[in-house]
């Protein structure tokens, strides 16, 4: 017997066929789109409403009044009236007549005016009142009032003290003007150099006055004896 040949391999068994491709899916025919719809008709615009009718024209204002003829910017304001005025108690014409012209100067109304004039009064009542006060304290001075007759003597004095050292007497004009002559102060300096001014008078301050000498006694003063000429 012969030796067992060996056994044939069996056949490899064939592989399977790759699956078939699957057939494309026919593509739906898509549905032909709508045609646009025709575009809308314009709707025409309503109409504007007519127009109001135009007022009827108003009435045209009357002229004005033709205006007073332009004054000259150059020329001079007129003057105010100052006849209105009246004289306050205390003031004289002279002094309303500066008042006046004050007022002119600086411009000022009627009404103005009179107010300053109103004032000035005032104001020269309270200065009479305050000289009257001062008379009134000098005569009662113990030194230089009191009697008539002292009173008259110190008047005396004060006219030679102003005489003396005042001859232009602008000093006298000031002190009237201003009424500071009559202070007592002024009045008691003015009659103390009046006073120490009268020979063989003692002033106050001790102070005894000298009588004036002649040239001749000033030059030669070795030759007089108390004014008077030495004999030997």
């Given at each position: 017997?012969?030796?067992?040949?060996?056994?044939?391999?069996?056949?490899?068994?064939?592989?399977?066929?790759?699956?078939?491709?699957?057939?494309?899916?026919s593509?739906?025919?898509?549905?032909?789109?709508?045609?646009?719809?025709?575009?809308?008709?314009?709707?025409?615009?309503?109409?504007?409403?007519?127009?109001s009718?135009?007022?009827?024209?108003?009435?045209?204002?009357?002229?004005?009044?033709?205006s007073?003829?332009?004054?000259?910017?150059?020329a001079?304001?007129?003057?105010?009236?100052?006849?209105?005025?009246?004289?306050?108690?205390?003031?004289?014409?002279?002094?309303?007549?500066?008042v006046?012209?004050?007022?002119?100067?600086?411009?000022?109304?009627?009404?103005?005016?009179?107010?300053?004039?109103?004032?000035h009064?005032?104001s020269?009542?309270?200065?009479?009142?305050?000289?009257?006060r001062?008379?009134?304290?000098?005569?009662?001075?113990?030194?230089?009032?009191?009697?008539?007759?002292?009173?008259?003597?110190?008047?005396?004095?004060?006219?030679?003290?102003?005489?003396?050292?005042?001859?232009?007497?602008?000093?006298?004009?000031l002190?009237?003007?201003?009424?500071?002559?009559?202070?007592?102060?002024?009045?008691?300096?003015?009659?103390?150099?009046?006073?120490?001014?009268?020979?063989?008078?003692?002033?106050?301050?001790?102070l005894?006055?000298?009588?004036?000498?002649?040239?001749?006694?000033?030059?030669?003063p070795?030759?007089?004896?108390?004014?008077?000429?030495?004999?030997?």
């Amino acid at each position: 017997m012969p030796p067992d040949e060996p056994a044939a391999p069996a056949p490899a068994t064939p592989p399977a066929p790759a699956p078939a491709p699957a057939a494309p899916a026919s593509p739906e025919p898509a549905s032909p789109a709508s045609p646009p719809s025709p575009p809308a008709s314009p709707t025409p615009a309503p109409a504007a409403p007519p127009a109001s009718p135009p007022a009827a024209p108003s009435t045209p204002p009357a002229p004005a009044a033709p205006s007073a003829a332009p004054t000259d910017p150059a020329a001079p304001p007129a003057a105010p009236d100052y006849s209105g005025l009246t004289t306050p108690q205390g003031l004289d014409d002279g002094t309303m007549q500066r008042v006046r012209e004050h007022a002119a100067a600086l411009g000022l109304s009627a009404d103005q005016a009179q107010a300053m004039a109103d004032r000035h009064a005032a104001s020269v009542a309270q200065h009479m009142q305050t000289l009257g006060r001062w008379d009134a304290e000098f005569a009662a001075d113990a030194e230089f009032g009191g009697s008539d007759e002292q009173r008259a003597t110190t008047g005396q004095w004060i006219d030679a003290s102003i005489q003396r050292f005042d001859p232009t007497g602008e000093v006298k004009a000031l002190l009237d003007e201003t009424g500071y002559g009559r202070h007592p102060a002024v009045r008691r300096l003015l009659a103390r150099i009046g006073q120490a001014m009268q020979p063989g008078q003692v002033a106050a301050g001790g102070l005894t006055a000298q009588p004036s000498k002649t040239r001749s006694q000033q030059l030669y003063p070795q030759h007089y004896d108390g004014g008077k000429p030495k004999l030997s």
